[in-house]
């Protein structure tokens, strides 16, 4: 399938699967006339890219996680990379705990506020 038909079935800009493609994270194969043609699983895979990304890793970990992919976009055992996996949800529920903080301070500020009206 083309770029365009890509983009719109995954809801990707054609400039972010053009990235994806640059940074190895979505291989394309060409046409003769020098189209991108992707294979029907370039779907499933801007799925998992997508979904590694809102899961805050970088597209360095991605490139390596993707290979290690169940087709349901689960992760399988891949050396080495379980634990980069635990230490990246390590960093999220730091940076959780840091977010909990402060909406408790926020709320405080707030009462305060309120209190003082």
């Known amino acids: 399938m083309l770029i365009g038909q890509l983009a719109k079935r995954t809801e990707t800009s054609e400039r972010l699967l053009r990235y994806y493609e640059r940074v190895g994270l979505l291989a394309s194969s060409r046409q003769a006339n020098g189209y991108r043609d992707d294979d029907d699983a370039a779907e499933q895979t801007v ?3 997508r979904a590694l990304l809102a899961a805050g890793l970088s597209t360095n970990l991605i ?3 993707l290979p290690c992919a ?4 689960s992760p399988c055992p891949c050396p080495g990379v379980l634990d980069k996996l635990r230490a990246q949800l390590a960093q999220l529920d730091r940076r959780a705990e840091g977010l909990a903080q402060s909406c408790q301070t926020l709320q405080r500020a707030i009462a305060t506020a309120e209190h003082a009206e």
């Open 47 to 49: 799925g998992q890219i």
């Open 63 to 65: 490139r390596q996680v």
């Open 70 to 73: 169940f087709a349901d976009g």
